[in-house]
């Protein structure tokens, strides 16, 4: 049951990191232009 909670709230954390990563781009670049 442990083991299965971290794994849930790892690819939540991944899901967010990831959503960072390509919204991050996508304001530099607007912020650039």
Known sequence: ???RSLGS???ILFL???FIMM???NTHG???K
């Open 9 to 11: 709230y790892n690819n």
């Open 30 to 32: 607007k912020e650039k």
């Open 1 to 3: 049951m442990k083991v």
């Open 23 to 25: 919204n991050l781009p």
């Open 16 to 18: 967010i990191f990831f």
